[in-house]
């Protein structure tokens, strides 16, 4: 269970997120949406605590980490599992290196960790690609690599940042089929975040709206896209409201 009260951030005197509340279950797929810059991404490292709230509170399975110190954070971080925006890989080390970086610490064999990333990359369709180099592979393979890499240690909560930013209809299509997979498979909680609304009336359980800093809608995906409201049409139509248009 993931849950956000009152939670409030700003990054000098701009306020980002004034107030938002969040309630995502066990086993759920939450999709948030909002446009670009309306704090998503500031949201997302809450949650995984690699921001600290100026108030309010962030709780993971009941626990405020809000306070909680480093020592503390690492063991609720174990419960995650980030998929950066760009992937993140590092362009020095091979697939299996990239995939295998979360298990540094563990008192594993290399054969041990050799299974390991061999299982993990043919569960997101990659299998034999571990001794390629991040720049041999296309976008969406590099997005299924960050995603081997997040799932390797098995983790309870899996965080997409945009996961198919910059890709093609096709390849976000099997993106989003991955992630439905991986929850169904895995049995994870998965938060995903997302301006994409085909991919977040696929993959979402249940849909978040961010908007004017707060929450602002939240229902099923076909309570969202049906909706009524001026303000949440407005964004699924893609329709600009030409009173904020500068040009």
């Known amino acids: 269970m993931i849950e956000t009260r009152n939670l409030k951030k700003s990054f000098g005197t701009q306020p980002i997120l004034e107030g938002v509340d969040l309630f995502i279950e066990t086993g759920e797929s939450a999709a948030i ?4 810059g309306g704090g998503k991404s500031v949201l ?3 949650l995984i605590g690699l921001l600290h709230p100026d108030s309010g509170e962030v709780l993971v399975d009941g626990e405020s980490i809000g306070r909680m110190n480093e020592r503390q954070l690492l063991r609720i971080r174990k419960k995650f599992g980030m998929v950066f925006q760009g992937a993140a890989l590092f362009d020095s080390m091979s697939v299996a290196e990239n995939v295998a970086f979360g298990l540094r610490h563990e008192t594993l064999t290399s ?19 571990q001794k390629k180099n991040p720049a041999e592979l296309s976008g969406g393979m590099r997005k299924r690599v960050g995603l081997a890499r997040a799932i390797i240690y098995e983790p309870q909560i899996i965080l997409y940042d945009e996961p198919t930013t910059g890709l093609d ?8 089929k991955l992630i439905i997979r991986v929850r169904d498979q ?7 975040v997302t301006h994409d609304m085909r991919s977040a009336s696929r993959v979402g359980t249940h849909v978040f709206m961010l908007h004017a800093k707060k929450m602002y809608a939240h229902g099923t995906p076909e309570e969202i896209f049906a909706s009524k409201d001026p303000i949440v049409r407005q964004f699924i139509d893609g329709v600009a409201d030409l009173k904020e248009t500068q040009f």
């Open 33 to 36: 949406i909002g446009r670009s």
């Open 169 to 176: 209809p096709i390849v976000s299509d099997s993106i989003d």
């Open 44 to 46: 997302l490292k809450h």
């Open 111 to 129: 054969g041990e960790i050799a299974r390991r990333v061999a299982a993990t990359l043919e569960m997101v369709d990659l299998p034999g690609t």
């Open 186 to 192: 895995l049995k994870v909680t998965s938060v995903v």
